[in-house]
């Protein structure tokens, strides 16, 4: 069965550091790539997906994701985070002509003034 | 403002009762879906619509009864539920099924069965 692994399940950082936000997903054929942010009471949005092309996507707000075939890894970064980042960061695969999106557990990121 | 407008936002309910979560959205997409989010876990994908049409029913228990009367309105019927059933329910909207763009999420119901 496909499924999506994000392997923190909590992150806390201090304003100005660096973010990785690490996401694999299990499946062999074509993909696309989603990274959701859900902010403090607010409902989940798009920050970035990957179809195909570059595999180096930008998103709102500075972030960034990487989609290495080779390693099934979407990783989200962002060179330097503000406190407005802290939310839960979800990623999700939905594989080629299916309408199914699958999940990963999700990612609570909270920022340190 | 997402275009998806989710009510009620907070729904306290017993066993016994019964209720029902709706979901209207403005954007004019053909596809609605229904999902549930519980802590620590990944987000379980309930039902999905297109164009009024179920067209997915991922195992839910029969105690979830969906409606989609129209292309902009999706209801969740509840009865009989259970304490485990608490979570939010969110409600989505993307323009159609067959390759997923992007989903336009309501801000949820928070279900808590008492």
């Known amino acids: 069965a496909q499924s999506v692994s994000q392997h923190n399940h909590h992150v806390i950082l201090s304003e100005a550091a660096s973010l990785e936000l690490g996401c694999n997903y299990s499946y062999g054929g074509t993909v696309n790539l989603f990274w959701y942010v859900q902010y403090p009471g607010q409902h989940l949005q798009l920050l970035l997906k990957y179809f195909s092309g570059d595999p180096l996507v930008k998103g709102i707000k500075g972030f960034e994701a990487e989609f290495i075939k080779s390693k099934f890894s979407f990783n989200l970064r962002k060179p330097s985070v503000q406190w407005s980042d802290t939310a839960e960061y979800f990623c999700a695969v939905n594989a080629r002509g299916n309408y199914q999106l699958i999940w990963g557990a999700g990612t609570k990121l909270i920022i340190k003034p | 403002e997402t275009g998806v407008t989710q009510t009620p936002r907070h729904l306290v309910m017993g066993m016994t009762n019964k209720k029902s979560l709706k979901c209207e959205q403005h954007?004019?997409?053909?596809?609605m879906y229904w999902y549930k989010q519980s802590a620590k876990k990944p987000l379980e994908l309930m039902f999905v619509?297109?164009?009024?049409?179920?067209?997915e029913n991922n195992s839910v228990p029969s105690r979830f009864s969906p409606e989609c009367p129209n292309s902009s309105h999706l209801f969740l019927h509840l009865h009989t539920l259970q304490p485990e059933d608490s979570a939010l329910y969110l409600c989505a909207s993307s323009q159609r099924t067959g390759q997923i763009g992007e989903l336009f999420f309501g801000e949820g119901s928070r279900l808590t069965v008492l």
């Open positions: 954007l004019g997409h053909n596809a």
């Open positions: 619509y297109s164009l009024e049409e179920r067209v």
